[in-house]
């Protein structure tokens, strides 16, 4: 699911903070997987296995329930709780927020989803933030202030603008999307515009 769903997938994040539309990018790569389950895979040899070579030996059906090796912190079960909701985060995510740093639980810096579980996302390059952690957790419980998230958009990392909207908020309002010429230049606004309208 997170093959077909996620990976080499690019998500736009449109949200309002403060009247003020805003908008982050987010990457998901095979190399994230492991890190959203809670686990990882002992070879025979003693080392654990890269985050590519666990996601393969998922996919190839190669993972041994004796391989794995499980958090003591019970964050493992907490994760794999909710993983399946993460390939549907497209749909799901309603607010984002910085992390709240006071807590010291985690290292991560926004966090996206909604009142049952949130993604953590770091910054990877200049352009996007990648998923670190998967949290059974209201996201309001985690984040200094939360942001409505009012749009997302959907595209593998092959093409060059998003033109799948997969969430648009009743509150959305175009001329303030419009005006965010740096927004525009990323999206195919005509596309999106139609959406909009007919919601």
Do not use: W
């Not at 809670?38 to 059906?61: D, H, I, M, P, T």
């Not at 200049?126 to 419980?141: A, F, G, S």
Request: with cysteine; net charge positive; hydrophobic share 35%.
């Amino acid at each position: 699911m997170y093959k077909e769903n996620l990976q080499n997938t690019n998500l736009l994040i449109i949200y309002n903070k403060n009247n003020k539309i805003e908008y982050i990018e987010i990457l998901f790569l095979a190399r994230n997987f492991m890190h959203l389950t809670g686990v990882r895979r002992l070879e025979s040899s003693g080392k654990y296995n890269k985050a590519n070579q666990f996601y393969n030996a998922c996919l190839n059906n190669k993972l041994s329930y004796k391989d794995i090796v499980i958090k003591e912190d019970g964050t493992t079960k907490l994760k794999l709780d909710i993983i399946c909701s993460l390939v549907n985060i497209d749909k799901k995510c309603k607010m984002i927020g910085m992390y709240d740093n006071s807590k010291k639980e985690l290292i991560t810096d926004i966090l996206v989803g909604d009142i049952h579980m949130c993604v953590g996302l770091i910054r990877d390059s200049d352009i996007y933030y990648v998923p670190n952690t998967l949290l059974k957790e209201d996201i309001r419980k985690l984040t200094v202030k939360q942001y409505p998230i009012i749009g997302i958009l959907k595209k593998k990392i092959n093409e060059a603008k998003y033109q799948t909207a997969t969430y648009i908020s009743k509150k959305i309002d175009m001329y303030k999307i419009e005006r965010n010429i740096e927004l525009c230049n990323k999206i195919n606004i005509e596309m999106f515009d139609k959406v909009v309208n007919l919601k």
